[in-house]
């Protein structure tokens, strides 16, 4: 699973690690108390087990220390974008605050060499995912958080208002479907078409947005039922195309 820092709950990751075959990846504060693991106990030791080991500098520190060994690494699609160089540093750890259980994690600290981003770090329960790994699973959510987002502002998800939870259970992958079907039809309208940027003045956008998409696949539906002359529809007349044109844009948007 591959969550944002909502879900960096001690509670939550230990149960995360205590079931087998699952893990989580989610963001790290850079001032999490992090540990040692705990020393074995010794033969015939008396008192409760410890829980942890020594106290280990914060990500914080490790990002300030001179001598912290950085390794580049190279993500492709970047959050929506190509391929991106940064600079990883990695190591596991027991995450504790008093009151709540132990977890051991791998950390991956993460910085920009070109100083366009904050330096942030990551987190795993499981503790042989490589950065790389971790990394690139944790950037390929983004792509979640856009579809969510775009069907929540075009095709109403998360607005309904059906009594029943079935209709619920219903209405949420139907709007996915239709999120997908236009999609795939507008992928296959981009062979033939070149792309439609609307754009604002407060908004420059260089690619299309599902907004684009959406307005193209309606533009692609009504245009098979424009301009059906037929005698019984004497009061139908031709119009200007640039006006025809402007009037399917905007109703295209707006719809």
């Keep these: 699973m591959v969550a944002d820092s909502s879900y960096a709950v001690l509670a939550l990751l230990q149960q995360v690690s205590d079931t087998p075959g699952v893990s989580l990846i989610t963001r790290l504060r850079l001032d999490a108390a992090l540990y040692d693991p705990a020393p074995p106990r010794a033969p015939r030791q008396n008192g409760r087990p410890r829980k942890k080991g020594a106290r280990r500098p914060t990500l914080q520190q490790v990002l300030a220390e001179l001598h912290t060994p950085w390794t580049l690494l190279t993500v492709n699609n970047w959050y929506g974008g190509g391929a991106r160089e940064v600079e990883v540093c990695t190591d596991t750890a027991v995450w504790y605050h008093t009151g709540l259980p ?28 490589s950065p790389a790994q971790i990394l690139a699973w944790f950037v390929r959510r983004w792509t979640m958080e856009v579809t969510l987002e775009e069907a929540r ?21 139907t709007l996915f479907g239709l999120y997908s079907l236009v999609t795939l039809m507008t992928h296959t309208l981009l062979q033939s078409q070149s792309p439609v940027v609307r754009t604002a003045a407060w908004y420059a956008k260089a690619r299309p ?21 037929l005698e019984s529809h004497t009061e139908m007349i031709k119009i200007p195309r640039s006006v025809f044109e402007r009037l399917t844009d905007t109703v295209c948007y707006a719809a």
């Design 102 to 129: 132990p977890v051991a994690l791998r950390w991956v600290l993460i910085r920009d060499p070109h100083g366009e981003f904050e330096p942030q770090a990551l987190l795993s329960t499981q503790l042989a995912y």
């Design 153 to 173: 502002a075009h095709l109403g998800l998360e607005t309904q208002r059906q009594w029943s939870d079935l209709a619920i259970s219903r209405t949420t992958p």
């Design 209 to 229: 947005t599902f907004s684009d998409a959406l307005a193209m696949v309606r533009r692609e539906l009504w245009s098979c039922c424009h301009f059906a002359m």
